[in-house]
């Protein structure tokens, strides 16, 4: 008589979906730039890798494939801007935060005034700590335009943030 120590397919994805809500929320909420858009977007990737969950439980890195859902249904979003929802300008408290919160706003106001493509970049780039290739193939975009974008869109951004962050603006 054997036992079967294997788990049922969604005890796994509540667990994955623990262990990585944080940090995909986190990356959702500095391309959107708004809380109730991030936890769409963070909703919407769990229930897109919810539906390939025994295919991508098997993959080498599940939390990899939904970095990819998440950007890509991002830039789907916002390319087809189809959001008829209104979001309020109060944000709620955040009390894990130990940043100040008007530089948390203006950092957040300065990405959305980058394209899309570009935020992505950024973020995966610099929030997420990925290389240039992982970037790359997160966005299927080839390495080349991932250095372009990023170099470009950091210029773009600096002048933005000069007066939140002067001494990390400075060359």
């Given at each position: 008589m054997s036992t079967s120590t294997a788990r049922p397919p969604t005890e796994e994805f509540a667990d994955f979906v623990h262990?990585?809500?944080?940090?995909?929320?986190?990356?959702?909420?500095?391309?959107?730039?708004?809380?109730?858009?991030?936890e769409d977007l963070t909703q919407t990737?769990?229930?897109?890798?919810?539906a390939s969950w025994r295919r991508v439980s098997r993959a080498d890195n599940p939390a990899a494939y939904a970095r990819r859902?998440?950007?890509?249904?991002?830039?789907?979003?916002?390319?087809?801007?189809?959001?008829?929802?209104t979001p309020t300008s109060k944000l709620p408290d955040d009390p894990r935060s130990d940043a100040d919160p008007s530089a948390r706003i203006d950092?957040?106001?300065?990405?959305q005034r980058l394209s899309p493509t570009d935020r992505a970049v950024l973020v995966a780039r610099y929030?997420?700590?990925?290389?240039?290739?992982?970037?790359?193939?997160?966005?299927?975009?080839?390495?080349?335009?991932?250095?372009?974008?990023?170099?470009?869109?950091?210029?773009?951004?600096?002048?933005?943030?000069?007066?939140?962050?002067?001494?990390?603006?400075?060359?």
């Open positions: 262990s990585t809500g944080s940090s995909l929320y986190r990356t959702a909420l500095l391309l959107t730039g708004d809380h109730h858009l991030a990737t769990y229930a897109r890798v919810f859902v998440l950007l890509n249904g991002f830039i789907s979003h916002r390319r087809l801007r189809r959001n008829t929802e950092l957040l106001a300065a990405l929030w997420e700590d990925r290389s240039v290739s992982q970037t790359a193939a997160d966005l299927g975009l080839t390495e080349t335009a991932v250095r372009t974008r990023s170099k470009r869109a950091l210029e773009r951004l600096r002048p933005l943030v000069a007066d939140i962050f002067p001494e990390r603006t400075t060359r």
